[in-house]
Protein backbone atom coordinates (compact mmCIF):
# COMPACT_ATOMS: atom_id res chain seq x y z
CA UNK A 1 0.00 0.00 0.00
CA UNK A 2 1.84 3.56 -1.48
CA UNK A 3 2.02 5.91 2.19
CA UNK A 4 1.33 9.37 1.40
CA UNK A 5 2.89 12.39 3.67
CA UNK A 6 0.74 15.37 3.73
CA UNK A 7 2.10 19.01 4.49
CA UNK A 8 2.19 22.86 3.52
CA UNK A 9 -1.41 23.24 5.78
CA UNK A 10 -1.52 26.74 8.15
CA UNK A 11 -3.60 29.47 8.93
CA UNK A 12 -4.04 32.21 6.39
CA UNK A 13 -6.60 34.88 5.57
CA UNK A 14 -9.62 34.93 4.03
CA UNK A 15 -8.61 35.28 0.30
CA UNK A 16 -5.22 33.35 0.81
CA UNK A 17 -3.09 30.47 -0.98
CA UNK A 18 -1.88 28.17 0.41
CA UNK A 19 0.17 24.83 -1.50
CA UNK A 20 -0.28 21.29 -0.11
CA UNK A 21 2.22 18.52 -0.64
CA UNK A 22 1.43 15.34 -0.82
CA UNK A 23 4.53 12.76 -1.11
CA UNK A 24 4.24 9.37 -2.22
CA UNK A 25 6.22 6.54 -0.71
CA UNK A 26 6.22 4.83 -4.45
CA UNK A 27 6.26 6.20 -7.90
CA UNK A 28 3.11 7.57 -8.75
CA UNK A 29 3.02 7.94 -12.49
CA UNK A 30 1.35 4.41 -12.84
CA UNK A 31 -1.43 5.54 -10.58
CA UNK A 32 -4.27 6.46 -12.46
CA UNK A 33 -5.84 8.02 -10.03
CA UNK A 34 -4.75 10.28 -6.55
CA UNK A 35 -7.31 12.32 -4.90
CA UNK A 36 -7.18 15.31 -2.26
CA UNK A 37 -10.02 14.82 0.44
CA UNK A 38 -10.52 16.87 3.43
CA UNK A 39 -12.48 16.74 6.45
CA UNK A 40 -13.88 19.52 8.26
CA UNK A 41 -14.70 19.79 12.27
CA UNK A 42 -18.09 17.79 12.96
CA UNK A 43 -18.41 16.93 8.65
CA UNK A 44 -17.70 13.96 6.98
CA UNK A 45 -14.55 13.73 4.80
CA UNK A 46 -15.02 15.27 1.30
CA UNK A 47 -13.42 14.08 -2.22
CA UNK A 48 -12.31 17.85 -3.26
CA UNK A 49 -9.97 17.21 -6.43
CA UNK A 50 -8.77 14.49 -8.96
CA UNK A 51 -5.81 13.88 -11.03
CA UNK A 52 -5.63 10.66 -13.18
CA UNK A 53 -2.67 9.48 -14.73
CA UNK A 54 -3.90 10.67 -18.80
CA UNK A 55 -4.04 14.56 -17.30
CA UNK A 56 -7.62 14.48 -16.15
CA UNK A 57 -8.48 16.52 -13.14
CA UNK A 58 -11.82 17.12 -11.55
CA UNK A 59 -13.26 19.59 -8.77
CA UNK A 60 -16.30 19.43 -6.19
CA UNK A 61 -18.05 22.65 -7.54
CA UNK A 62 -17.20 24.68 -3.97
CA UNK A 63 -13.23 25.02 -5.41
CA UNK A 64 -13.93 25.23 -9.20
CA UNK A 65 -11.47 27.98 -10.67
CA UNK A 66 -10.43 28.62 -7.05
CA UNK A 67 -7.75 24.90 -6.43
CA UNK A 68 -5.50 23.08 -8.88
CA UNK A 69 -4.64 19.61 -8.40
CA UNK A 70 -1.07 18.49 -10.11
CA UNK A 71 1.36 15.84 -10.00
CA UNK A 72 4.95 16.09 -11.02
CA UNK A 73 6.22 12.35 -11.40
CA UNK A 74 9.92 13.07 -10.98
CA UNK A 75 9.18 13.86 -7.23
CA UNK A 76 6.57 11.38 -6.67
CA UNK A 77 4.19 14.60 -5.02
CA UNK A 78 0.93 15.69 -5.82
CA UNK A 79 0.00 19.70 -5.00
CA UNK A 80 -2.95 21.45 -4.25
CA UNK A 81 -3.16 24.97 -4.80
CA UNK A 82 -5.23 26.57 -3.10
CA UNK A 83 -6.46 30.28 -4.15
CA UNK A 84 -8.99 32.81 -3.12
CA UNK A 85 -9.53 30.71 0.10
CA UNK A 86 -12.41 30.85 2.46
CA UNK A 87 -13.49 30.31 6.22
CA UNK A 88 -15.36 27.26 4.81
CA UNK A 89 -12.26 25.55 3.29
CA UNK A 90 -10.97 25.16 6.91
CA UNK A 91 -10.80 21.17 7.66
CA UNK A 92 -7.50 18.40 7.66
CA UNK A 93 -6.92 17.66 4.00
CA UNK A 94 -5.22 14.14 2.60
CA UNK A 95 -4.03 12.86 -0.37
CA UNK A 96 -5.21 8.89 -1.23
CA UNK A 97 -6.35 6.63 -3.90
CA UNK A 98 -9.00 4.65 -4.21
CA UNK A 99 -7.41 1.20 -2.88
CA UNK A 100 -6.81 3.25 0.40
CA UNK A 101 -9.71 5.18 0.48
CA UNK A 102 -11.63 1.56 0.46
CA UNK A 103 -9.49 0.36 3.18
CA UNK A 104 -10.25 3.40 4.95
CA UNK A 105 -6.75 4.18 5.50
CA UNK A 106 -5.85 7.90 5.99
CA UNK A 107 -2.48 9.41 6.68
CA UNK A 108 -2.18 12.16 9.23
CA UNK A 109 -3.37 14.94 6.92
CA UNK A 110 -2.12 18.69 6.95
CA UNK A 111 -4.59 21.41 8.66
CA UNK A 112 -5.75 23.81 6.85
CA UNK A 113 -7.18 26.98 8.93
CA UNK A 114 -8.95 29.90 6.65
CA UNK A 115 -9.70 33.40 9.29
CA UNK A 116 -12.19 35.52 8.25
Known amino acids: QVQFVESGGGLVQTGGSLRLSCAAS????????IYWYRQAPGKQRELVALSTSGGRTNYVDSVKGRFTISRDNTKNTVYLQMNSLKPEDTAVYYC??????????WGQGTQVTVSS
Open 96 to 105: NIPSGVRADY
Open 26 to 33: ARIFTIDS
